[in-house]
Structures are given as C-alpha cells and as structure tokens.
C-alpha cells in the first residue's frame, strides 16, 4: 500500500512540475538558437549571453531535486560509467598540469555547460504533448534561419564579398552550415520512412540547403554527401536502400548544382582560382587548404592540426594520454591572465574540436567522449528499430544519423565551442537514450 501511495505522490508532484521542466526546455533552446541573433541585431545587454550557462546551472539543481523525488534514471548504466570515468579523466588532468583555477574554470564551463541538458530528460520523462510542442519549436527556429540568412547576404551583406554575416539566428556561419546539415539528414530520414511526399522532400530539402551556399563555407561539401546518405543506409533495407540511394545522389547533385554557381557568385577569388570546382578539382589546391606543412608551406591546415599534438607531444606520453588539461587550450572569460597556459604557445593551430580534445583531454579523454557518441548511436539506432510509435522510430533513425554527421564535424570544425549545436545535439541525445530505455522495458 505505502509503494502504491508513494508511486501516486511522485505522478501527482510530477503532473505539477511538468510546465516547469517543459518550460526549462523551451527557454534553452530559444536562448541558444535566437538571442545571439538579438543581441547582435537588437542591441540586446551582453550579460544575456550568459543565460545558457544559468539555465544550464538551473538544470543542474532541478535534476538533483527531481532525482531525489523519482530515484529513476532512464538511461544505461553504461552512460554513467563513462560520464564518471570522464569526469574522473578531466580532474586528473587538471592535476598533473597544474591548471589555473581561472582556467579550470573556464574548462568547466566549455565541456560541462551542455551535460545538464543531456542528463534532464534521463531523469526527468517528459509527455508526448511537450515533446511535439518541442519538435515544433524545433521545426519553426530551423526554418527561420533560410529567410534570416538572406536577408544578411542581400540586405546586411550588399556589396560584401564575404560570407561571414550570413549565420542566420546562430552565432556564426560555421553553426548555420552544421546545423543545417543536421537538419537535411533528419528531413531524409522522414522522407525514406515514407512521412514526407517525393514532391515536398525536394523542394524542403533546397530551402534548408540555400543558406549554405551563401556563406562561404567549404565545409557543407565534406557533410552534404554524409547527411543525405547516412539516413539511407540507417533507415532503410533491400530495394527501398538501393531506390533511396539513388534519390540521394539525385538530389546530391541537385543541391550541387545550386550550391557552384551561387558559392562562385558570392565568394571572392583567391590564389587565382576561377570558382569552388577550379579548387576542388587541383590536388595541389586541396592538399594546401587540408595540410600545407605535407606542401612544404608554412601554415597549418586542418589535417596539420590534428597531427601536431601527436608530434608535439610525442616525448611526452603521459600527457598525449592525459592532456594538457581542460581549458588550457583557450582564453578565458575571466580575463586574459587566466587563459590557458598553451594558449600562446598552440592555440592559433586549433582547427577543429578532435584537435582541441587531443590537446586537453588526450587520448584517453577522445576515447571516452567516443564511447559516449557510440552509446548515443546505439540508442538511437534501438529506438528506430524498436518503437511502435512511428514518429519516435523515425526520430531514433533520424537522430542515429545526426549523431554520425556531428562525429564527422568534430574532424573540421569547433563544433565543441558552438552553443547552438551543442545545446541542441545534447538535449536531443539525452531524449533518444531516455526514449530507447523506455521503449525496451516495455
């Protein structure tokens, strides 16, 4: 009798809570994907841009409160070795380097501001009506940023041979470019599940795709082909595989052809190239973007950057294996005297965020935060195969896709330090996973 009493106490606290932790929610993913955009076009106070670390704070004490009440976690145990392990793996670290507190600090809040957004819905199970409410807000902010993002480039950006302005709500056009991509894969999976029309898909897909081809940036040509073939071979089996396979390449070559003359007409020339394919079809022009030290040049290119810790650190196992500790690779926000202490030294040679976790957290560190993605992976694959709710299937498959477009993003962009991204994938993972475990105890 007492465990029936106690089990109606928890869904009756929960029923009165449950605008409170929606709402908690909403607010991230307004702050992240709209108020940069706001400071910046509205003149909004700076001081907001701190508000994703207080939500983030505020999650944080409402998962413990939460916690307490429920004494449920809706995730593997896997999920909490690692995250321990992780945990454990960065205080080392921060000991065997000696970090400035200020810098600690500063380590802290670029790889743990997201966790909290990941653990809530692993403790926390939220309704059906909040999670399309959710997906909702999701879908409008998404496709907001295509008429955003030409309004910079033909408004703002009139005269500017520059790509830069156009990001849309997000903080910079890199984040635009991810997300978008992200946003592609998930429309295909819709679209191989048979929940959007042939008819509808292309024309959806060309929207999402034209803020990308405006805003100078090379990298939606690594993730273009892996966002629409990914959710394919994820979602789909047999001759359906083999039909979607070539409607993917249809409309490859489809958002190519309106990605080479819009890129060529915006972006300036360099190096006397004649456009984007006169780069992409000299080797030597590839080789000297991708790794100009292999050319026998002076910069550092992407590739460059992720071998350099290797051979930097090299005579130094121990901390190729640990890493030079967590935000010793980056200024801080406390003031410059508490940046990290390799700042001068390699920060300039970062490219992308494997570079950035090789360097503080080592290989042990890029190890764990691997397992983590693959578990996500895992969960989300479950959660497609599993669920006899054909929106969640459809939303795991999808979701498994993402987690392998972002993966592949770690190899060319910082996309560690895009709040954005970052808030979104995590979140987002954390709903998956809980939604996986769910669907297996039943």
Same mark, same amino acid.
């Given at each position: 009798?007492?465990?029936?009493?106690?089990?109606?106490?928890s869904?009756?606290?929960?029923?009165?809570?449950q605008?409170?932790?929606?709402?908690?929610?909403?607010?991230?993913l307004?702050a992240?994907?709209?108020?940069?955009?706001?400071?910046?076009?509205?003149?909004?106070?700076?001081?907001?841009?701190?508000?994703?670390?207080?939500?983030?704070?505020?999650?944080?004490?409402?998962?413990?409160?939460?916690?307490?009440i429920?004494k449920k976690?809706?995730?593997?145990?896997? #999920?909490?070795?690692?995250?321990?392990?992780?945990?454990?793996?960065?205080?080392t670290?921060?000991?065997?380097?000696?970090?400035?507190?200020?810098?600690v600090?500063?380590?802290?809040?670029a #790889?743990?501001?997201?966790?909290p957004?990941?653990?809530?819905?692993?403790? #926390?199970?939220?309704?059906d009506?909040h999670?399309?409410?959710q997906?909702?807000?999701i879908?409008?902010?998404?496709?907001?940023?295509?008429?955003?993002?030409?309004?910079?480039?033909?408004?703002?950006?009139?005269?500017?041979?520059?790509?830069?302005?156009?990001h849309?709500?997000?903080?910079?056009?890199?984040?635009?470019?991810?997300?978008?991509?992200?946003?592609?894969?998930?429309?295909v999976?819709f679209?191989?599940?048979k929940?959007?029309?042939?008819?509808?898909f292309f024309?959806?897909?060309?929207?999402?795709?034209?803020?990308?081809?405006?805003?100078?940036?090379?990298?939606?040509?690594?993730?273009?082909?892996?966002?629409?073939?990914?959710?394919v071979?994820?979602?789909?089996q047999g001759?359906?595989?083999?039909?979607?396979?070539?409607?993917?390449?249809?409309?490859?070559?489809?958002?190519?052809?309106?990605?080479?003359?819009?890129y060529?007409?915006?972006?300036?020339r360099?190096?006397?190239?004649?456009?984007?394919?006169?780069?992409?079809?000299?080797e030597?022009?590839?080789?000297?973007?991708?790794?100009?030290q292999?050319?026998?040049?002076?910069?550092?290119?992407?590739?460059?950057?992720?071998?350099?810790?290797?051979?930097?650190?090299?005579?130094?196992?121990?901390?190729?294996?640990?890493?030079l500790?967590?935000?010793?690779?980056r200024?801080s926000?406390?003031?410059?005297?508490?940046?990290?202490?390799?700042?001068?030294?390699?920060?300039d040679?970062?490219?992308?965020s494997?570079?950035?976790l090789i360097?503080?957290?080592?290989?042990?560190g890029?190890?764990?935060v691997?397992?983590?993605n693959?578990?996500?992976f895992r969960?989300a694959?479950?959660?497609?195969?599993?669920?006899?709710?054909?929106?969640y299937?459809?939303?795991?498959?999808?979701?498994?896709?993402?987690v392998?477009?972002?993966?592949?993003?770690?190899?060319y962009?910082r996309i560690?330090?895009?709040?954005?991204?970052?808030?979104?994938?995590?979140y987002?993972?954390?709903?998956?996973?809980?939604?996986?475990?769910?669907?297996?105890?039943?």
């Amino acid at each position: 009798m007492d465990r029936v009493s106690g089990e109606q106490t928890s869904i009756q606290i929960q029923q009165k809570n449950q605008y409170y932790y929606h709402y908690l929610v909403i607010a991230i993913l307004i702050a992240v994907l709209v108020f940069d955009f706001l400071r910046q076009e509205v003149g909004l106070p700076r001081a907001l841009s701190l508000l994703p670390e207080v939500l983030s704070g505020l999650c944080l004490l409402s998962i413990g409160v939460w916690g307490s009440i429920s004494k449920k976690i809706y995730a593997r145990f896997s #999920y909490i070795i690692v995250l321990a392990l992780l945990l454990l793996h960065m205080v080392t670290g921060i000991i065997l380097n000696d970090v400035n507190p200020g810098t600690v600090l500063s380590g802290i809040r670029a #790889y743990l501001k997201y966790i909290p957004f990941f653990l809530l819905p692993l403790v #926390y199970r939220y309704s059906d009506e909040h999670l399309l409410k959710q997906f909702k807000l999701i879908l409008f902010l998404t496709f907001l940023q295509i008429p955003i993002a030409f309004y910079q480039r033909i408004i703002e950006g009139s005269g500017s041979r520059s790509g830069d302005m156009v990001h849309g709500t997000l903080a910079n056009s890199s984040s635009l470019s991810i997300y978008l991509m992200c946003a592609i894969s998930m429309l295909v999976t819709f679209f191989v599940r048979k929940k959007i029309a042939k008819s509808h898909f292309f024309v959806l897909v060309v929207l999402l795709f034209l803020p990308t081809t405006i805003n100078e940036s090379k990298g939606t040509l690594v993730l273009l082909p892996f966002a629409l073939l990914i959710p394919v071979y994820l979602a789909t089996q047999g001759r359906d595989k083999i039909k979607n396979t070539l409607l993917a390449m249809i409309a490859m070559a489809l958002l190519l052809s309106i990605f080479v003359p819009l890129y060529d007409h915006f972006t300036p020339r360099r190096g006397g190239e004649e456009g984007i394919m006169d780069f992409l079809a000299g080797e030597d022009r590839i080789e000297s973007y991708l790794a100009p030290q292999a050319m026998g040049g002076s910069g550092i290119g992407r590739v460059d950057a992720i071998l350099l810790p290797f051979r930097k650190l090299s005579d130094q196992p121990e901390k190729l294996l640990v890493g030079l500790g967590i935000g010793n690779m980056r200024e801080s926000f406390l003031g410059s005297k508490f940046s990290g202490a390799y700042l001068e030294s390699y920060g300039d040679f970062v490219r992308a965020s494997i570079s950035l976790l090789i360097w503080e957290l080592g290989l042990v560190g890029v190890v764990l935060v691997v397992f983590l993605n693959v578990f996500i992976f895992r969960d989300a694959l479950n959660l497609g195969k599993n669920s006899t709710n054909e929106l969640y299937s459809t939303i795991g498959y999808g979701w498994g896709s993402i987690v392998a477009v972002i993966f592949i993003g770690l190899f060319y962009s910082r996309i560690i330090d895009m709040d954005a991204v970052s808030y979104v994938y995590w979140y987002f993972s954390g709903l998956v996973v809980s939604l996986s475990v769910r669907v297996q105890s039943t």
